[in-house]
């Protein structure tokens, strides 16, 4: 019996099983993927074994975590519904997908686990954000929860109803930090900076700047107002980004992607 078990190992089942290693034996965990290469290359790189069937996964798993495309939901939920018992625990990690939604699906009444995580658990410092079906979980296996996904990084348990919002805001927007950095360093290489120098500057800015805001608990306007020097060079970036719309065009790219999120499958 394995303790998780992966079905799909794209980008995220990557990220996550990369990140299970840090709490778990390899042993412990098992998945499937539809691509025989993609199987075979990871279990060379992480020593995790795979298995060809989703349904054999299920029998042989305690925690099921959901790694496929929303649109591929419907099909692995009918795959496995008939081998799922009371000891299992569906751990759904697609944006806009319910609990309802899958419950709905399954022919017993399963456990559900609703998250939604961050492809930077590749490197511990993932963040995910976890809800439970109701009252209906063990201490043991709330544990056994955020151990999971402790083991990738970060984690806060959140009322369900707040799951579309959080895909936006941190499932979603590694994409746009890395979009912020790239642009950065685009602007270093305008200015005759070497490439790689100009990504290394832009990436520990960011992670520095983020680590403020974490670590001294100030508020971020407070920590811009300490970089901005009075008639300095600072405040001429900040007032040219805001001429040029820099928060407006982000509220309104994250309010696109959780509009997108509530169609996905609620
Ligand atoms: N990529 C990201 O940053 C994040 C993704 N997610 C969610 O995680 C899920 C997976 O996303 P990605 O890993 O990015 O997608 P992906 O396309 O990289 O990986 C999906 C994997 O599932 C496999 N697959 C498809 N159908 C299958 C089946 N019937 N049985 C077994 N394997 C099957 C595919 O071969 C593929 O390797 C999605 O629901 C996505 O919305 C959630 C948070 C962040
Ligand atoms: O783009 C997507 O649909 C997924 C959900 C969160 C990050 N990637």
Request: hydrophobic share 40%.
């Amino acid at each position: 019996m394995y303790k998780i078990g992966l079905i799909g190992a794209g980008n995220m089942g990557f990220a996550i099983m990369k990140g299970l290693l840090k709490e778990y034996l390899y042993s412990h965990i098992v998945f499937t993927d539809k691509s025989r290469e993609k199987k075979e290359r990871i279990k060379e790189k992480l020593k995790i074994k795979y298995i060809n069937d989703n349904k054999e996964l299920a029998q042989k798993s305690k925690f099921i975590v959901l790694a496929v495309k929303p649109q591929n939901y419907d099909q692995v939920i009918s795959e496995i519904d008939s081998v799922l018992n009371e000891k299992n625990i569906i751990v759904s990690i697609a944006p806009g997908i319910t609990i309802q939604y899958i419950k709905e699906r399954l022919r017993k009444d399963i456990k559900v686990v609703r998250a939604m995580p961050n492809t930077p658990a590749l490197v511990g410092e993932g963040m995910t954000a976890i809800s439970f079906s109701n009252d209906e979980f063990e201490e043991e296996e709330i544990k056994d929860v955020k151990k999971i996904f402790k083991s990738l990084g970060e984690t806060v348990i959140i009322d369900e109803k707040y799951q579309d919002a959080i895909v936006p805001i941190s499932g979603s927007s590694p994409a746009y930090v890395y979009m912020f950095i790239e642009a950065m360093a685009d602007a270093g290489v305008l200015m005759g900076l070497p490439r790689e120098l100009s990504y290394k500057l832009a990436s520990q800015t960011v992670l520095g700047a983020a680590k403020m805001v974490l670590e001294t608990g100030k508020h971020p306007g407070e920590l811009k107002d300490n970089v901005c020097s009075p008639g300095g060079t600072t405040i001429e970036a900040v007032a040219n980004l805001e001429k040029n719309g820099f928060r407006g065009v982000i509220i309104e790219g994250m309010n696109k992607c959780y509009e997108k999120t509530k169609k996905m499958k609620n």
